[in-house]
């Protein structure tokens, strides 16, 4: 190049002083060491929010099971379609725990490292949700468990990151004793399901049965999923009781119901059954279930009276051919819509700022108002006390119970914090 072209060009190039170069160089530099963490940030911001859902999908429960994953997606599906979390959008990843602690602890262990959720919900067992919130609780992840269990909200197993969407044994139980104790005797038998969730629920009845005076004549056991009741029933027949409290769940609820309505038990006595099931109801029939008296968190009837079980069941059923849905799906629903809501509060994932939403959460999903209360993140709520209809009286396949009794919901009914080993 000729002197006179290299003079023309530096003519029109900024005079540059040392202490810009440096200034600048400066700012490289910075902006090539920030330059992972906006990635890792807006990447944050874009990925979607991961929601790990273990449940029985097989084995005794799946019905349920099932049922709650279809539920817990509408919550996901709702979410997702009012725009997420600023764009941000849900996503439910179900793993199958077959019912079995150790299965739940590994399918709960490969969802957090393996496929990095934000959230944990499910579980159908006292016992595997155990599994579960050791799992959660170790990892610092918010675990929203959506089965009955006592044990969870004791100090013993508890966590601020554990969250109890579902009643447990103590609400149940007592709810459902308080109303059957004075109007069908005093002389109380217990057929059950030899594991935590079959023992919290007598110890639940047996507390609501001390301010009416009753006698405990009969506690037979049985392990779960059993098939034939015959060696227990002749058992329970034999002590006379006015009252027979079926601690048991899924099958073998519906099982032992059937079995004892062969027996001729339910001329002799009157059948309590603590979570009375929707699905189980319908799968075993009028006859098996005529006249049993139990307690749930949900039958769909109540969208004749409140607003949000008719949202949830216009949304249900146009997914599911008509059909309204089940009690325990209605537990999925809550708990990931609750979760979603805490999030939505906290404007991130972020544990702490979501455990403090939660807190302070009033959430109506599909039965009223409810709430965590702060101690031990139980959910606070009402119980429907339910009678199965017979078959004349159903106006349709669906219409299986009547509720004849609400327990609103009240901390009143709950054990104490203090009881529960908490501060306060």
């Known amino acids: 190049m000729g002197d006179n072209v290299k003079s023309k060009l530096s003519s029109k190039l900024p005079r540059v002083s040392r202490r810009s170069v440096l200034k600048s160089a400066a700012v490289g530099a910075t902006a090539i060491g920030a330059g992972p963490l906006m990635f890792n940030i807006a990447k944050a911001a874009d990925e979607p929010i991961r929601i790990g859902f273990p449940v029985p999908l097989t084995g005794p429960y799946g019905s349920e099971a099932q049922e709650q994953a279809r539920c817990?997606?509408?919550?996901?599906?709702?979410?997702?379609?009012?725009?997420?979390?600023?764009?941000?959008?849900?996503?439910?990843?179900?793993?199958?725990?077959?019912?079995?602690p150790g299965e739940a602890a590994t399918r709960t262990l490969e969802l957090i490292e393996?496929?990095?959720?934000?959230?944990?919900?499910?579980?159908?067992?006292?016992?595997?949700?155990?599994?579960?919130?050791?799992?959660?609780?170790?990892?610092?992840i918010i675990y929203v468990s959506i089965s009955q269990s006592d044990a969870i909200n004791e100090a013993k197993d508890f966590s601020k990151y554990t969250f109890h969407e579902a009643m447990n044994p103590h609400m149940t139980a007592g709810a459902v004793g308080r109303y059957a104790f004075p109007k069908f005797g005093k002389r109380v038998a217990f057929l059950i399901a030899d594991y935590a969730y079959g023992h919290e629920m007598v110890r639940g009845f047996k507390r609501a049965g001390e301010a009416h005076g009753i006698e405990v004549v009969a506690e037979?056991?049985?392990?779960?999923?059993?098939?034939?009741?015959?060696?227990?029933?002749?058992?329970?027949?034999?002590a006379r009781p006015d009252v027979l409290c079926l601690c048991n769940f899924g099958y073998d609820q519906m099982n032992s119901l059937?079995?004892?309505?062969?027996?001729?038990?339910?001329?002799?006595?009157?059948?309590?059954?603590?979570?009375?099931?929707?699905?189980?109801?319908?799968?075993?029939?009028?006859?098996?279930?005529?006249?049993v008296i139990?307690?749930?968190?949900?039958?769909?009837?109540?969208?004749?009276?409140?607003?949000?079980?008719?949202?949830?069941?216009?949304?249900?059923?146009?997914?599911?051919?008509?059909?309204?849905?089940?009690?325990?799906?209605?537990?999925?629903?809550?708990?990931?819509?609750?979760?979603?809501?805490?999030?939505?509060?906290?404007?991130?994932?972020?544990?702490?700022?979501?455990?403090?939403?939660?807190?302070?959460?009033k959430y109506d999903k599909y039965k009223g108002t409810q709430y965590y209360r702060k101690c031990d993140h139980q959910s606070v709520q009402s119980v429907f006390i339910i009678k199965s209809k017979s078959k004349k009286d159903m106006a349709n396949e669906y219409d299986v119970f009547d509720i004849v009794h609400t327990d609103e919901a009240s901390e009143t009914v709950l054990r104490s914090c203090a009881d529960l080993g908490h501060e306060a």
Not at 114 to 137: E, I, P, R
Not at 226 to 237: A, G, R, V
Not at 272 to 287: E, T, V
Request: proline residues 4%; positive net charge; aromatic residues 8%.
């Open 72 to 100: 817990a997606q509408i919550a996901v599906d709702q979410f997702n379609a009012a725009g997420g979390l600023n764009g941000r959008m849900a996503e439910l990843l179900v793993r199958d725990d077959k019912l079995k």
């Open 114 to 140: 393996k496929d990095k959720v934000h959230f944990v919900c499910g579980s159908l067992s006292a016992s595997v949700q155990l599994s579960v919130n050791a799992v959660t609780k170790a990892r610092g």
């Open 220 to 238: 037979v056991t049985h392990p779960l999923a059993s098939k034939d009741f015959s060696p227990f029933l002749p058992q329970i027949q034999a």
């Open 258 to 291: 059937k079995q004892a309505t062969g027996f001729g038990l339910k001329q002799q006595m009157q059948m309590l059954a603590p979570a009375l099931l929707y699905n189980q109801r319908r799968a075993g029939g009028a006859a098996a279930y005529e006249g």
């Open 294 to 361: 139990g307690g749930t968190n949900y039958h769909w009837t109540l969208e004749n009276s409140v607003a949000s079980a008719k949202a949830f069941n216009d949304v249900y059923r146009k997914e599911n051919k008509g059909a309204p849905p089940s009690d325990y799906g209605a537990y999925g629903y809550a708990g990931v819509g609750a979760l979603l809501d805490g999030v939505m509060k906290a404007g991130t994932t972020d544990s702490d700022p979501v455990i403090a939403a939660l807190e302070a959460l």
